[in-house]
């Protein structure tokens, strides 16, 4: 199973961006699916998760901002992010429960998101 992440980018403060995150292998299901980010120097945190059934969770600090859904059919999991701040700069990684013969947890490779002042 891999987790191929796309769509992080240079945005000005207040821009846009959309990152996708889609999974392809052996896929029986896939469970939970979310989008963590880790900015030079701290911890890596979580941005927002998505269930299967379409409930969704958020950092205090993207609520209404950003905002997580998902394709089951295509496996892909997506983040608008509007209203971009300095303090969204960071590695965006995507996460999934995926079952195939088994459950195991895969992340992407991360993709850099720079939000400029």
């Known amino acids: 199973v891999q987790l191929q992440a796309s769509g992080g980018g240079l945005v000005q403060a207040g821009g846009s961006l959309r990152l996708s995150c889609a999974a392809s292998g052996s896929i029986s299901s896939i469970n939970g699916m979310g989008w963590y980010r880790q900015a030079p120097g701290k911890q890596r945190e979580l941005v927002a998760r998505?269930?299967?059934?379409?409930?969704?969770t958020y950092a205090n600090s993207v609520k209404g901002r950003f905002t997580i859904s998902r394709d089951n059919a295509k496996n892909t999991v997506y983040l608008q992010m509007n209203s971009l701040k300095p303090e969204d700069t960071a590695v965006y990684y995507c996460?999934?429960?995926?079952?195939?013969?088994?459950?195991?947890?895969?992340w992407g490779q991360g993709t850099q998101v720079t939000v400029s002042s």
């Open positions: 996460n999934a429960g995926v079952i195939t013969t088994y459950f195991a947890d895969y």
């Open positions: 998505i269930s299967r059934g379409g409930s969704s």
